[in-house]
């Protein structure tokens, strides 16, 4: 298990807020430390850590190549995958004290196996008796099924038939890849041509993992939460014709279609920064290209494998994989933080930040989301370095936020420089909202749920509709623009996140954990949106947030509250994210001088670590729900600073209501 994260503890009375003095203090220390990470151009980017199976993934990748030996990197990763094996259960879980997962302990123990480990060794054998005692290997996912498959360890049969023909049928064709989520078409075409192809790994050490199967078949366990009875036997019947069937594939039309997925990968490949910007579509690209018969010289190949190695972090110990990367959206957030403080020192970095992030507006690739909104003008961002077909409505909301904020600010001298950037962006941004009135993160109206059932898509996350926190984001970005509260478009949005409260007041928060991240992204929006205190909708997530906050003054919340029954939160140990984002959602709506927020200054102000920062091994990012958790290193160093910030400028001012988005 990861040796959890010895913080602080409170010495002062956490009912009580910090004194002005201290706060002040804190806050000038966090704001030294945050801008002495800041990047000499301008730009803010920390590590973005998932689970075991991304730097397993990796070592499975070189070694399916055969790529000469670099054992030093292989053994600072095998201690990286050693340190986080759980001593609770013996195997690997999807975030910091997780459960046991069976996918991520196969690969792992794999990958160790793969970087020379004796089978015998202590933590192997445990590892794969909690493989066994779990169903074996047979009880994995899909995606692990394929990749066992690949290294002739696991059975072709077992794997759910995704024939490449698919990229040939036409739009209103019920399975079709532009009615999958931008990161499953990424990671899916690319996989077309390696379901269909069946290449064996080069492995040059032959390693197999024969022992970690039990003999015993194990249906695959969906993670949607639009299971249906008929869907799902109807696909499965689907896939047991087409295991049937594609032996006689027409050769002429598997051709074509072979050649549709390498010129639509080779379309996207998107340079160093990957197809996709996302490891696995990056990786199957790589072996895609391996198994087409392209040279390591080839260009397309070389760049798409350099990709790859970007993502490596690697320290003096220790080393992973990154699922991607996140400077835009750290440097956003980073600057709405540096703006908040409102330091001269801290308005120039927020300045040199934005002038950063500027040129990376996408404005002239029209991107997969024209397909569902034709005529609309490129002008997001994305989340990554580059990825200009698949920008995002979240990192464009918050991106449009800081420069709107800027340019409102006399004393940053930043005036109209970012207009047309700040129009173009709110053009797109808007220009996708949904039919219903919410607001996803890539594409519009891509929710036709019945896909979600789909042999291939048992990890539940095929899609890519509205959700509360994304929505939140726009309509802050609507209201810190006045959009009026009468518009159609406002009415639209806030009518959609009035349907999606949860009965107990909170919001599901998709991409951060959970009703925590959802709740305060929806107050932001809210509170800028002027409604009042006690509207209901803001009342009860008031109310909410304030049940849920820890004894010790923080908030905290588990991976666990995911569930697939939606339970509702589950109760954590109080994290440095999630106290920030608690107090700011609370102090959007009028809250500033509340117990609960003085108790959740208390908290920040005792754990803040000598750096000036905040330290947080728990996860709070969403990658996936119940399949893909991230750890944002970022998150406890600008969020904590910008709510600190934030608590201060509202007690010395007397307002009750925040004058930004979020």
């Known amino acids: 298990m990861t040796e959890v994260l010895d913080l602080p503890r409170a010495t002062a009375d956490v ?32 590590e973005l850590e998932a689970d075991a ?35 609770a259960h013996d195997g690997w879980p999807l975030y910091h004290d997780g459960g046991f997962d069976i996918s991520a302990s196969v690969k792992a123990y794999y990958a160790l196996k793969m970087i020379g480990d004796d089978v015998d060794a202590p933590h192997m054998a445990r590892a794969r008796a909690a493989i066994l005692r779990a169903g074996g290997a047979e009880a994995v996912n899909v995606f692990t099924r394929i990749q066992l498959a690949l290294f002739g360890a696991g059975d072709w049969a077992q794997v759910p038939t995704i024939p490449p023909e698919l990229i040939l049928a036409p739009k209103w064709f019920p399975v079709h890849l532009l009615k999958m989520s931008y990161w499953a078409r990424t990671v899916v075409v690319p996989l077309l041509v390696l379901c269909a192809l069946k290449p064996r790994a080069k492995n040059p050490r032959g390693v197999m993992v024969d022992e970690l199967f039990s003999g015993t078949p194990r249906p695959l366990t969906s993670q949607a939460a639009h299971v249906h009875v008929i869907w799902k036997t109807g696909f499965e019947a689907l896939d047991w014709a087409l295991k049937r069937f594609e032996p006689h594939w027409p050769r002429r039309i598997r051709a074509r279609a072979i050649e549709r997925c390498r010129a639509w990968v080779t379309q996207r490949l998107n340079g160093v920064d990957g197809l996709g910007a996302i490891y696995p579509a ?11 018969g392209y040279g390591a010289d080839h260009p397309d190949r070389a760049i798409a494998r350099e990709s790859v190695e970007r993502l490596l972090v690697v320290h003096e110990d220790e080393a992973y994989c990154q699922p991607c990367v996140s400077p835009v959206w750290d440097t956003a957030l980073a600057a709405h933080a540096m703006l908040e403080v409102g330091t001269p020192q801290a308005e120039a970095a927020a300045s040199r930040a934005l002038d950063w992030l500027g040129p990376r507006q996408v404005l002239d690739t029209v991107g997969d989301w024209e397909e569902q909104r034709p005529g609309v003008r490129p002008g ?25 904020r800027a340019a409102g600010m006399a004393k940053i ?24 009135g919410g607001f996803a993160a890539f594409d519009a109206d891509n929710d ?39 518009s ?40 800028r949106a002027g409604l009042s205190a006690d509207h209901p909708m803001v009342a009860r997530a008031v109310a909410w947030l304030k049940s849920v906050q820890n004894a010790d003054g923080g908030w905290g919340e588990s991976c666990d509250s995911y569930a697939l029954d939606r339970t509702g939160h589950q109760a954590f140990r109080s994290t440095a994210s999630q ?51 991230l750890r944002y290193h970022g998150y406890p160093r600008y969020f904590p600073l910008w709510a600190m910030a934030r608590y201060r400028n509202l007690i010395d001012s007397n307002a009750e209501r925040i004058a930004w988005g979020m």
């Not at 807020?17 to 920390?46: C, F």
């Not at 670099?70 to 095998?78: H, M, P, R, T």
């Not at 990825?387 to 936020?401: K, R």
């Not at 059932?453 to 623009?481: C, E, I, K, Y």
Request: aromatic letters at 10%; glycine letters at 10%.
């Open 15 to 46: 009912g009580a807020a910090p004194a002005r003095d201290a706060l002040d203090a804190a806050i000038a220390r966090a704001t030294n430390a945050l801008i002495a990470e800041q990047k000499g151009d301008g730009h803010w980017v920390y």
């Open 53 to 87: 199976t991304i730097p397993s993934e990796y070592i499975l990748l070189r070694h399916f190549l055969g790529e000469p030996d670099d054992l030093v990197l292989e053994a600072k990763i095998g201690r990286y995958l050693r340190r986080i094996q759980s001593d």
């Open 282 to 292: 990056m990786a199957n690209s790589v072996m895609m290209y391996d198994v087409l």
């Open 380 to 404: 997001g961002w994305a989340f990554q370095y580059a990825n200009d077909y698949y920008p995002d409505l979240d990192d464009t909301a918050v991106v449009v936020m800081a420069m709107d």
């Open 413 to 436: 001298g930043r005036g109209g420089k970012d207009a047309e950037r700040i129009a173009r962006g709110a053009e797109w941004t808007l220009g996708l909202q949904s039919k219903d």
């Open 448 to 486: 036709a749920h019945y896909l979600n059932n789909l042999p291939f898509a048992d990890h539940g996350a095929l899609l890519d509709p509205p959700t509360a926190d994304v929505s939140a984001r726009v309509v802050s970005m609507l209201a810190q623009m006045g959009e009026p509260l009468d």
């Open 488 to 527: 159609p478009r406002m009415v639209a949005a806030l009518n959609w996140l009035a349907k999606e409260q949860e009965p107990d007041g909170s919001w599901f928060g998709r991409w951060g954990v959970n009703y925590v991240y959802g709740t305060w992204s929806v107050l932001c929006a809210l509170g």
């Open 579 to 629: 106290t920030a984002w608690a107090t700011l959602g609370l102090m959007a709506v009028g809250e500033a001088r509340s117990d609960s927020v003085a108790r959740g200054m208390a908290w920040l102000a005792a754990h803040q670590a000598d750096d000036g920062l905040w330290g947080q091994e728990v996860y709070t990012g969403g990658g996936f729900p119940r399949v893909f958790y």
